[in-house]
């Protein structure tokens, strides 16, 4: 066909009106000229372009040292030509790099239908689920690796920061960040095509920031659009530069020669340039609590204290915020029926209330069952990302209970996919702090109230217990102590945390609580884990008021104080020591736990700058107390 009889077809268009006499299964004329512009027809809507301000700020996040240009931008529409004639190309490359030289195509902010045809096309170990969820895996690595993780050490900061003993924070200093950094935008610039999300964090307006993450797979696109709170057409338009960039290059490794490095993982973080740089690791939960660790760091700095927490809202706009180390319940629990989610992990507190700092939820899916957690077996559907799960062959139904991969399967899914949730992710200044663990020794009460000391040492002592691992014979259970109940998040140090929060509750009048979840009756092997419905009853008692109008007894040792009676569960649960046939060995559990908590808690005596001498030494009064005269402990 000439150019001229080309040009002389119109441009491809739906009928204005229905011909009934097309409407059975007979052929008719083709509406396109070919092929391709047939499929086009099967998409309406205009192809999505990103503003010119907005492309040349991405082509900025991926500039180097080999690319001085960065690559062109496709928004909405990926089936467009991928390689376009540039002739100023060449112009703008430095000639030292055959990366410098290689044209990449950018996808950004795709939608969820789009990243899950990336993700099937090119992601093997992809599929799609009988929920219609998005199933992929995440290699070697199922978890984060918190060794691995590295903030920059330099002058503008490091006063702020917690360092040594406890602290999470390894240093690397600016010269190695900056090599882990080029490594990982060359190996981005050389990939034939890489994925953009803008979005924020921080659902109140006056605190929302701009996040950027420049990643290779669609996995982990659509992990983010989960996870942060996504834009309206307006915002992307507007967005522009970032304020904090993702470089996620974890498929590839950390060179284990450079400086600092102990292993092909690296997670580098560097406050003062905004950046974050992922090597060896494509856990994309790294990606989420490298975020948090940043607002972690920052808010503060504005008088807003950042929480790993859980938080719901009451038809009376009461408030609760949840604490809890994985396993205690703290996702489960928060998310209830009868109380809308404002969050389910992070959360702000400031002037005018709380806050999600997330726009998503990622809970665990190891042994997920929808009658006892059905809004979040509810939100695994399309546009979900579920994480080494495993699934049926032939009927792709998830079988939660398998654990072949790992027992850390997740969820990721935006927070509107939870029916009862509130929109926007803000609400009152909290009425209840509860602080949940799961005591496998069998020895603290299902639920007692705290004074602000005692609130102030639990947040950071942080207390859980885990059963030891699979080794025939071995049923001892082990302490877990992670500092306000995220220690491998923390920036600053703990008591930074603790007095803000002792400051915020009693200016608001929060009441704190500590709920066990764990066992009753004995320590694992001999008691019996606490039911969820009693544990529900107790959260239920504690909105309704009638738990803190209840007379309450001391216990030893923690001198915790517990109600006597609490509405659909057993009186005699809510003492521990009633539950144990041998009293003797009750009372030596209990002691050696108050041991564990008192040597955990050593590193944090010296109130580490941020309170005074007077304030440490009445938050260390408030833990466990005569318990261990033997040991020397007073």
Not at 44 to 60: D, E, M, R, V, Y
Not at 308 to 329: A, P
Not at 397 to 410: H, P, Q, S
Not at 445 to 458: C, D, E, I, K, N
Request: with cysteine; proline share 6%; charged share 25%.
């Amino acid at each position: 066909m000439t150019s001229t009889a080309k040009e002389s077809i119109p441009p491809p268009s739906s009928p204005k009106t229905v011909d009934p006499s097309l409407l059975d299964d007979h052929a008719h004329h083709p509406r396109a000229s070919n092929l391709g512009k047939l499929r086009e027809l099967q998409r309406s809507g205009a192809s999505l372009h990103s503003p010119q301000k907005l492309t040349t700020s991405i082509s900025t996040s991926l500039k180097s040292t080999s690319r001085v240009k960065g690559p062109k931008i496709i928004r909405g529409n990926m089936y467009q030509n991928q390689v376009e004639n540039d002739p100023d190309f060449l112009l703008h490359q430095a000639p030292t790099s055959d990366g410098g030289l290689k044209p990449t195509t950018v996808y950004h902010n795709l939608s969820p239908a789009e990243l899950y045809e990336k993700a099937l096309a090119n992601e093997p170990g992809t599929h799609i689920v009988s929920s219609g969820a998005l199933a992929t895996m995440s290699g070697a690595k199922t978890g984060r690796s918190p060794k691995d993780k590295r903030v920059v050490r330099e002058p503008e900061t490091e006063q702020d920061l917690w360092w040594g003993e406890g602290s999470p924070n390894y240093e690397i200093d600016e010269h190695t960040f900056l090599i882990n950094r080029e490594r990982a935008i060359d190996f981005l610039n050389i990939q034939d095509s890489v994925y953009v999300f803008d979005g924020f964090v921080n659902w109140d307006p006056e605190n929302k920031m701009k996040i950027r993450v420049i990643c290779t797979r669609a996995y982990h696109a659509l992990f983010m659009y989960n996870m942060l709170i996504r834009p309206t057409p307006e915002e992307l338009r507007n967005f522009n530069d970032p304020d904090f960039t993702i470089y996620n290059a974890g498929s590839f490794p950390a060179n284990r020669f450079t400086h600092y490095m102990t292993s092909s993982s690296s997670v580098d973080i560097n406050l003062t340039r905004r950046e974050m740089v992922i090597l060896g690791t494509q856990y994309a939960g790294e990606m989420k609590k490298g975020v948090f660790s940043v607002m972690h760091y920052l808010m503060p700095k504005r008088g807003l204290l950042s929480l790993h927490s859980g938080c719901n809202v009451g038809k009376d706009e009461d408030v609760t915020l949840f604490f809890g180390l994985s396993g205690t319940g703290k996702t489960t629990l928060s998310t209830d029926e009868h109380r809308p989610l404002i969050g389910d992990d992070e959360h702000c507190w400031g002037d005018n209330g709380v806050f999600n700092i997330e726009g998503g939820c990622y809970a665990k899916c190891i042994g997920l069952k929808k009658e006892s957690e059905p809004e979040i077996y509810g939100a695994i559907r399309f546009g979900t990302v579920l994480e080494n799960v495993v699934f049926g062959q032939e009927n792709r139904d998830v079988d939660f209970e398998a654990n072949f991969i790992t027992e850390n399967t997740r969820a990721s899914y935006p927070i509107h996919f939870i029916d009862n949730v509130r929109i926007p992710c803000v609400g009152p200044h909290p009425k209840n702090i509860i602080l949940l663990c799961c005591d496998a020794f069998g020895v603290l009460p299902p639920v007692s109230r705290l004074t602000t000391g005692q609130a102030m040492y639990h947040f950071i002592s942080g207390y859980t217990a885990k059963v030891a691992g699979t080794e025939v014979g071995v049923t001892e259970p082990e302490a877990t102590f992670s500092a306000c109940f995220g220690g491998a998040f923390l920036m600053w140090h703990p008591m930074k945390y603790a007095s803000m929060l002792a400051e915020k509750m009693e200016k608001h009048g929060a009441t704190a609580w500590l709920v066990n979840t764990g066992w009753s009756g004995g320590k694992y092997g001999v008691g019996s884990r606490m039911k969820l419905k009693y544990t529900r009853a107790i959260i239920n008692a504690i909105h309704s008021g009638e738990l803190i109008k209840e007379e309450a007894v001391t216990t030893p040792v923690f001198n915790l104080e517990v109600p006597k009676k609490c509405s659909e569960v057993p009186s005699e649960l809510l003492l521990p020591e009633t539950q144990w046939k041998d009293k003797e060995d009750f009372k030596a559990t209990l002691r050696k736990l108050g041991d564990m908590f008192i040597e955990s808690f050593r590193k944090y005596e010296g109130g580490g700058g941020f309170v005074s001498k007077k304030i440490a030494g009445e938050i260390l009064a408030s833990g466990p107390t005569g318990n261990c005269v033997e040991n020397g402990h007073a």
